[in-house]
């Protein structure tokens, strides 16, 4: 991983930073395709102080917030946790989507997770293009979106 990353929980510290991430996603219209939840400022706070099971990790480079993601489902009691990652737009094409994945795998693996599963829009090229190179299966459509699995 590169030396100018880090990996962290989202933690009430980065409450106003990840709202402000959310606001940057909403203008460039990618909660066309990213929305496992409201992109505001609430849900921000929300997740900021999530006490459970579920992981919300944020990817930091340079003191901003370039990544975002989560690993959820546990909460609900399920086994195979869902993932989901988005890059702000201003960090896309370095990358980094590619190594928050690798860090995600390896957060599931360490709570006892032997798959992880997400959803992504057949059209999404770009993002179906990074599922299937690391190693994920579709199988099922839900939604309109196909189902991927990878295995741990």
């Known amino acids: 991983m590169r030396k100018n990353l880090e990996y962290t929980l989202v933690s009430p510290s980065w409450a106003e930073k990840l709202a402000q991430f959310f606001n940057a996603l909403v203008v460039n219209k990618d909660d066309l395709y990213f929305h496992p939840h409201p992109l505001n400022g609430e849900m921000a706070k929300k997740i900021a102080t999530h006490e459970g099971d579920d992981l919300y990790f944020l990817q930091i480079k340079d003191n901003e917030i370039a990544g975002y993601a989560m690993l959820r489902g546990w909460d609900e009691g399920y086994s195979i946790p869902s993932l989901g990652i988005v890059i702000h737009p201003n960090f896309r094409n370095q990358g980094l989507s590619i190594e928050f994945m690798e860090f995600l795998h390896n957060q599931a693996r360490a ?35 196909i189902i991927g699995y990878y295995e741990l």
Not at 125 to 134: D, F, I, M, T, V
Request: charged fraction near 25%; charge should be positive; glycine fraction near 8%.
């Open 111 to 145: 709570k006892g997770a032997t798959k992880v599963r997400l959803k992504v829009y057949s059209n999404n090229a770009w993002a179906r293009h990074l599922y299937e190179n690391s190693g994920y299966s579709f199988t099922n459509e839900e939604n309109g979106q």
